[in-house]
């Protein structure tokens, strides 16, 4: 199998209809962009068209170019999404035109900093006019990211400038560092189509994460499954992708009404859908109406290859937003999208539509809120400078109980394996303490003592209240001390209880050290009264008898007696009766004696044996099966061992 060159980097182009865009690629890569008849006949782009760009370095790299008329932006805003470094086309017989303008906050919006300026049709102008032109970008670009960026004067009709573009794209590609870090394979759809032998075909840039023939893939929104049957770049088979790459999947067991342009391909953990998301948004006014946004306003959201509508609410209190104002906010979408922590979008205005803001997403999936709590405005604030401990740890002062590393993660928009490495360093520092259950737990150390303090609390009001009693039931102590946290995670904050010494456990019940004292030793008093009652006795009283017999409370008894079998003194043989371990251990050699010397015998037999009424030999019998010494075949019981 032949194997294309790994790519790491997209170079997408940018710029106003007919200044030359597709031109411009096919010049510098010997590929037409323009693949579609309608686009031939109307000849402009109207979806993406890519291609491979092999730089002066021998660097690889994607080329994606991107619509330019007013009526595509949208495919604008899917091109650009994903991409490292722009390639910006002005003409140079027509200079800086609106849909340059809206591109270019576009880029900038999708955090876009590396860039080239191209000033094409060079050939139809004279020297004067071209220095002109290129004095009035390099002014419009001093406010923006592209400051520094080379301005060119190219001509894709006689190759004048070319070898320097290539030049000066090199050397940005060189700085350039593709912005999709995290290990899931997450790729937006763009392109979906049918090939003889391949089947259902779809193209895009591959966000994050590797491809590899073979993965298993979700498709979202519809979640539907797939596998990944070949893998092409630029037009070369190969076994996997790695992110940064324009990648053509072929997917197995899906039509192409499975999957359509606007969809994701991820890898099943990374199939996460939304109905909002917490971002840090940027508002522009790039065609200078002066009309702050107000809070509320219905949006479109352009988020990878799909965009759909929605609402942007501030918070922190703000009303309105000026051009180039900055804020937390909350975009409530109505479809959902499969947005993850660091994924740009771009927010267009509802009608008239134009680009008027995007930014970041910082909180995946968040509960409804626009007015923030300190806690969670620190969180949000170390989401958006990437300090991932310090974003866990406002999380963690916000939780109101141990959470395990994936919910965590969850909550943060974070992958796991970011998590788990975090909180091992938290957890090195003491900024958090893990508790071991069904699985592992992570809290503030503080409130881990405020629970066990809250338990502590809660035994020391029972005990005041139930001075005979030795302890309170686990479910009951959870209700009053911790009525939010769940069982499971309940049973781990007791074991670290009990490790610290704040509690004692026995038989389902949770007791103070301090408290219960003198309620055990009145337990233990009364099981020592019990066993004498029960020492040598052949025929034993049920426990309620023998409670009344001693002038105790019945429940007491019951507790008293449970000790005596957990310390293996006494045997429950039914519901309410029990025997002195002695007791049970001659009527034990009393049977095995008679069925060795008399073989299989009836229970009257054996009843007789024990010199007993059936009243109490017929427990003891089943008791005698149940722990293995006889098996009963019919009428007859037999001698196991």
Not at 553 to 559: E, F, G, L, Q, T
Not at 592 to 619: F, Q, V, W
Request: charged share 25%; aromatic share 4%.
């Amino acid at each position: 199998m032949s194997t294309a060159p790994k790519t790491s980097l997209i170079l997408g182009t940018a710029g106003h209809i007919d200044h030359g865009k597709s031109s411009l690629v096919k010049a510098l890569t010997g590929v037409d962009p323009d693949r579609l008849a309608e686009e031939k006949k109307r000849g402009i782009t109207i979806e993406l068209g890519f291609a491979q760009l092999v730089l002066p370095s021998g660097r690889h790299v994607g080329v994606v170019d991107v619509p330019g008329h007013e009526k595509f932006v949208r495919h604008m805003v899917a091109g650009a999404t994903g991409v490292d470094v722009a390639l910006i086309v002005i003409a140079a017989d027509d200079g800086i035109m609106p849909q340059t303008v809206e591109h270019l906050a576009v880029l900038e919006l999708l955090g876009v900093r590396s860039a080239v300026v191209a000033l094409s049709k060079i050939d139809l102008v004279d020297e004067e006019w071209a220095e002109f032109v290129s004095d009035e970008i390099a002014g419009r670009l001093a406010d923006s990211p592209f400051a520094n960026a080379p301005i060119i004067g190219v001509s894709s009709r006689t190759g004048a400038g070319l070898d320097e573009l290539r030049a000066a794209l090199d050397e940005a590609c060189a700085s350039a560092e593709h912005t999709k870090a995290a290990n899931v394979a997450r790729m937006p759809v763009d392109r979906v189509f049918t090939v003889k032998g391949f089947g259902t075909v779809v193209t895009g840039t591959l966000w994050s994460g590797e491809l590899h023939e073979g993965d298993e893939l979700v498709v979202m929104p519809s979640e539907a499954k797939t596998r990944v049957r070949s893998i092409q770049m630029h037009g070369k088979s190969a076994e996997s992708a790695p992110a940064g790459n324009r990648v053509a999947v072929s997917l197995a067991g899906l039509s192409t009404d499975e999957v359509r342009p606007g969809d994701f391909i991820c890898a099943p953990e990374a199939a996460h859908l939304t109905d909002r998301f917490d971002a840090e948004f940027t508002y522009l006014d790039p065609f200078s109406f002066g009309r702050p946004l107000k809070t509320g306003a219905r949006v479109h959201v352009a988020h990878g290859t799909r965009e759909v509508l929605g609402r942007i609410l501030f918070m922190d209190g703000l009303e309105t937003l000026n051009s180039k104002g900055r804020t937390f906010a909350q975009i409530r979408l109505e479809e959902p999208l499969p947005v993850a922590y660091r994924d740009q979008f771009i927010v267009r205005s509802y009608s008239p539509v134009h680009v008027i803001g995007g930014g970041t997403v910082l909180s995946p999936r968040p509960r409804r809120r626009t007015n923030l709590k300190p806690e969670e405005h620190t969180m949000l604030a170390a989401l958006d400078s990437g300090d991932v401990d310090a974003a866990i740890g406002a999380h963690l002062e916000l939780a109101g109980a141990p959470e395990p590393a994936s919910e965590i993660a969850h909550s943060c928009g974070l992958d796991e394996e970011t998590v788990a490495r975090a909180l091992a360093r938290m957890e090195d520092a003491a900024c958090v303490v893990s508790l071991s259950g069904r699985e592992k737990l992570f809290a503030r150390p503080a409130l881990v003592q405020k629970i066990v303090s809250a338990m502590e609390r809660s035994l020391l009001m029972f005990h005041s209240s139930n001075p005979d009693a030795t302890g309170l039931a686990k479910e009951t102590l959870r209700q009053t001390a911790a009525p939010t946290v769940a069982p499971g995670v309940f049973d781990a904050l007791l074991d670290e209880a009990e490790r610290r010494g704040a509690i004692m456990r026995t038989e389902g019940e949770v007791s103070h050290p301090k408290a219960s004292a003198g309620a055990r030793k009145k337990e233990e008093e009364t099981a020592e009264k019990i066993a004498d009652v029960l020492r040598g006795c052949t025929t034993p009283p049920e426990i309620g008898g023998i409670a009344e017999e001693l002038g105790i409370d019945v429940s007491i008894a019951r507790k008293a007696v449970a000790r005596l079998v957990q310390d293996g003194r006494v045997t429950r043989i039914d519901a309410d009766r029990y025997y002195d371990r002695a007791v049970i251990d001659n009527y034990r050699e009393v049977v095995r004696t008679h069925l060795s010397e008399n073989g299989p015998s009836p229970a009257s037999d054996l009843k007789d044996a024990m010199g007993i009424t059936r009243k109490y030999a017929m427990p003891l019998l089943e008791h005698f099966d149940s722990t293995g010494l006889t098996r009963r075949e019919g009428d007859l019981r037999t001698l196991v061992k």
